[in-house]
T-cell receptor
Framework: NAGVTQTPKFRVLKTGQSMTLLCAQD?????MYWYRQDPGMGLRLIHY???????AKGEVPDGYNVSRLKKQNFLLGLESAAPSQTSVYFC???????????FGPGTRLLVL | AQKVTQAQTEISVVEKEDVTLDCVYE???????LFWYKQPPSGELVFLIR??????QNEISGRYSWNFQKSTSSFNFTITASQVVDSAVYFC??????????FGAGTILRVKS
C-alpha cells in the first residue's frame, strides 16, 4: 500500500517548456487535489477532482490544466512554464464525507 | 470566505521547553473540520489531528495537545517538553462545506539542543 505517490520528485524546466506531473493513489479515493506550496503562503489549491472524469478550479488555477481519466490518477499539466510556477507541488487524496486528506511526497519544480 | 491565520511565523525554543502554536480561523459554515499537519525538513506533509466543529474537547496524544475554542475561533497546538525532532513547519487547516482545505501560512518551529 503506497498511499499517494508523485512523479517526478524534482524537475528543472526552461521558460516556455511544458510538462506533466503525475499523482497516483491506491486507496480507491474519489477526491484528489493539487496544491502548490510557496514560502510564507502555506499550500494553495490549484485544481481538484471529485471523481473520475471530473475536474474543478481551485484558488490558483491559471497556467495549469488537469485531467482525471482514471480514478487512481490525477495529472497536472503546465503548457508553457513560467518562473512564477517555481514551487513545490503536492497532490492529495481523500475518501468520502469529511475524511482527512493524505498527501504525496511533493514535486519540486524549478523554472528558469 | 474561509481563512486560517497562523500569526507566528517562526518560533525558537530550547529542548524540553513547552511551546504553543496558535491558529485562528474564520468561517461561516456551521459544520467544519480543523486539522494540523507537520512538515519536517524532509518535506512530506504528515497528518497530526482532525477535530470537527461540534467537538470542543481538548485532545492529548503523548507530548502533543490541542485546545479547540469555538468562542475565540482558535485551535491551538501545544508541544510539551519539546525535542529536536519536533523541528518542522506546522500547518493549521480548515475544511468546511465543499471539503476543500484552506491552509494557514505555517509556523516554523526550531528546537535547539
Amino acid at each position: 500500500n503506497a498511499g499517494v505517490t508523485q512523479t517526478p520528485k524534482f524537475r528543472v524546466l526552461k521558460t516556455g517548456q511544458s510538462m506533466t506531473l503525475l499523482c497516483a493513489q491506491d486507496m480507491n479515493h474519489e477526491y484528489m487535489y493539487w496544491y502548490r506550496q510557496d514560502p510564507g503562503m502555506g499550500l494553495r489549491l490549484i485544481h481538484y477532482s471529485v471523481g473520475e472524469g471530473t475536474t474543478a478550479k481551485g484558488e490558483v488555477p491559471d497556467g495549469y490544466n488537469v485531467s482525471r481519466l482514471k480514478k487512481q490518477n490525477f495529472l497536472l499539466g503546465l503548457e508553457s512554464a513560467a518562473p512564477s510556477q517555481t514551487s513545490v507541488y503536492f497532490c492529495a487524496s481523500r475518501g468520502p464525507g469529511w475524511e482527512t486528506q493524505y498527501f504525496g511526497p511533493g514535486t519540486r519544480l524549478l523554472v528558469l | 470566505a474561509q481563512k486560517v491565520t497562523q500569526a507566528q511565523t517562526e518560533i525558537s525554543v530550547v529542548e524540553k521547553e513547552d511551546v504553543t502554536l496558535d491558529c485562528v480561523y474564520e468561517t461561516r459554515d456551521t459544520t467544519y473540520y480543523l486539522f494540523w499537519y507537520k512538515q519536517p525538513p524532509s518535506g512530506e506533509l504528515v497528518f497530526l489531528i482532525r477535530r470537527n466543529s461540534f467537538d470542543e474537547q481538548n485532545e492529548i496524544s503523548g507530548r502533543y495537545s490541542w485546545n479547540f475554542q469555538k468562542s475565540t475561533s482558535s485551535f491551538n497546538f501545544t508541544i510539551t517538553a519539546s525535542q529536536v525532532v519536533d523541528s518542522a513547519v506546522y500547518f493549521c487547516a480548515l475544511s468546511g462545506y465543499g471539503n476543500k482545505l484552506v491552509f494557514g501560512a505555517g509556523t516554523i518551529l526550531r528546537v535547539k539542543s
